[in-house]
């Protein structure tokens, strides 16, 4: 039997509990796939329909996410990603989340409403970590914004950090490399 590590058994059950017992946000679908096939099947019931598409963080992302990076960045550009054309009208999407375990495991979810935006990073500014691999000058992220709100968990840790209930404001988030965004084949 293959050692394990604390720190990897704790992941392991972080990402056995977030699939058997994940925190309850209103209106949410959510499933754990261990496929591309269930991934895939999830993925069109959610939507509503078996013409999707893909989009995913560029590899300049590093594993851990934007937060991790030790250079300094500014947004260079944003492109909203839309099912509805020229419009900035919010979509229907699911994330699936790359989980750590011993074999492949994605957390997908719908929490929709929610709007989709291409970010563009250029650094101004190189960190202070030593050990920090060099980056890349530029990293192109996908973020997400979640809409409606109302149905959060009052209790997280951004709501209390802001001082804000749920309802009052859209929750965005970079996604990190791993992870995947799907949305109807419409989008642009």
Not at 71 to 76: G, H, P, S, T
Not at 108 to 124: D, G, Q, S
Not at 170 to 180: E, I, K, N, P, Y
Request: with cysteine; charged share 15%; net charge positive.
């Amino acid at each position: 039997m293959p050692l394990v590590s604390v720190s990897m058994a704790r992941d392991m059950w972080s990402t056995l509990s977030s699939c058997e017992h994940p925190r309850e946000v209103v209106g949410e679908q959510k499933a754990c796939a261990t496929s591309l096939e269930s991934m895939h099947k999830f993925v069109a019931s959610a939507l509503g329909t078996s013409s999707i598409h893909a989009f995913s963080t560029s590899l300049d992302v590093p594993e851990e996410g934007i937060a991790s990076l030790s250079d300094i960045y500014k947004v260079a550009a944003m492109r909203a990603l839309t099912t509805h054309g020229a419009t900035k009208e919010p979509s229907n999407t699911v994330t699936c989340h790359s989980m750590s375990f011993p074999f492949v495991l994605f957390y997908c979810h719908a929490v929709n409403p929610t709007r989709i935006y291409e970010i563009t990073l250029k650094k101004v500014k190189n960190g202070v970590v030593p050990a920090v691999k060099r980056r890349s000058p530029v990293v192109r992220a996908l973020a997400v914004c979640h809409v409606d709100t109302s149905g959060f968990d009052p209790t997280l840790n951004y709501w209390v950090k802001l001082g804000l209930k749920p309802g009052q404001a859209s929750v965005c988030h970079f996604l990190t490399r791993g992870d995947v965004l799907w949305t109807p084949t419409l989008v642009a």
